[in-house]
């Protein structure tokens, strides 16, 4: 049992070639012939769109397409994204406003994807697409989970999510009200970027009928699946390959809008596809981490010995919510929130909330 278990050294075998620059990353084999892809992103936190002028674009030097959510869905792809959502104590679901692959009549946060630009090349892509003309009602943005502002989602009413809890609240109180000592603090856990050294990209290329993709995720199973919803084709016609990866922290484990945009748009075109993020659009398209904070407090008897504890949290989701963002701050929390601690009795509440920022979705 213990031949490759518990304190057995594993010896690495990839360094020397990662070390002599001999890795193998996204940006370095895309097909032949692949066009370059550029998108424009919403410079606004939340507005309502009023138009999307593309004309300029479309005629730009090396174009071949600049599309719209619009021109997308006419190809044959669902403008929505899938998310994970959570069953609440009551029985009810939480809050699943649909996340679209790109904005249609309104954005929610500065960095959300409006149009697409395909072009020759990358120069030519990034000038076309400084091109295109957005005119944006400004709508005065919600930026935290305590301040107000207008709903962002008409399924979430004053922008709250979910309200989840685990434990027996009741017991939980009443050895709270008779505890000899109670410690209380508010604890902040300040909002962070997982910022790899490798940023996101993917390339396209579709041959007879069959989806040949290749993006650097943390696997390839999640991807195949999501691709084949939002495109709408059996997961036997998509090939997904990962290549290395530099670095992921659980922001690539998933599909972000701009992969399945370059899938169908590959498809509409009839021609290999291939993009990649820039470490500035990363910093606003990235799903982040963390952004919460929670009352915490412990009741004690007169040894300071445990008695409960209790725990209200209230989370950021960000603008929508991503495939894992409601799980990680509700149920693998839990499953971490009293560490190796003898705790008898917990009582543990999240609320979740959406905001106008990016949305969170890595630990």
């Known amino acids: 049992m213990l031949k490759f278990g518990l304190n057995q050294p594993v010896r690495r ?17 895309p ?18 769109v009023i138009s999307i ?52 009549d309104r954005v929610r946060f500065v960095g959300e994807a409006v149009a697409m630009v395909v072009a020759d090349t990358l120069n030519q892509a990034r000038d076309a697409a400084e091109l295109i003309e957005l005119d944006i009602d400004e709508i005065e943005p919600h930026l935290s989970v305590d301040a107000g502002g207008e709903n962002i989602h008409r399924q979430a009413p004053g922008n709250q ?13 009443s050895l709270f009200s008779s505890a000899p000592n109670i410690v209380s603090l508010r604890v902040d856990d300040t909002r ?32 195949r699946d999501e691709l084949s919803e ?5 997961k036997s016609r998509i090939r997904v390959v990962t290549p290395d990866v530099g670095g992921g922290f659980g922001m690539k484990a998933f599909c972000y809008p701009e992969n399945f945009a370059v899938a169908q748009a590959a498809r509409m075109l009839g021609r290999p596809l291939r993009w990649m993020s820039t470490r500035s659009e990363a910093m606003l398209t990235d799903n982040s981490g963390r952004d919460l904070y929670s009352r915490v407090e412990g009741a004690f008897d007169g040894e300071y010995r445990f008695l409960a504890y209790r725990v209200s949290t209230r989370c950021n ?11 990680i701050q509700t149920e693998l929390s839990e ?24 949305t969170f979705g890595s630990n």
């Open 317 to 327: 989701l960000g603008a929508y919510n991503s495939y894992y963002a409601q799980f």
């Open 13 to 29: 075998r990839e360094d020397v070639r990662f070390l002599t620059g001999a890795g193998h990353y996204i940006d370095d084999d």
């Open 161 to 173: 999510a979910f309200d989840w809890t685990r434990g027996d609240e009741a017991l939980v109180n």
């Open 53 to 104: 002028d593309t004309e300029a674009a479309r005629s730009s030097d090396g174009v071949h397409a600049v599309l719209t959510a619009a021109d997308l869905v006419a190809g044959g792809m669902r403008n929505r994204i899938t998310a994970g959502i959570l069953e609440l104590a009551n029985g009810r679901m939480a809050a699943n406003p649909p996340r679209p692959v790109m904005a249609e």
């Open 192 to 223: 962070i970027i997982a910022n790899p050294i490798e940023p996101r990209g993917c390339h396209a290329e579709w041959i007879d009928g069959r989806l040949h993709y290749a993006v650097n995720s943390q696997g390839v199973w999640a991807p």
């Open 335 to 358: 499953k971490v929130l009293t560490g190796v601690y003898d705790i008898p009795e917990v009582f543990f509440r999240v609320r979740g909330f959406y905001t106008n920022t990016r």
């Open 31 to 48: 097909p032949a012939g692949a066009l370059f892809v550029q998108f424009l992103y919403s410079p606004i936190a939340h507005g309502r």
């Open 230 to 234: 939002v495109l709408g084709i059996g």
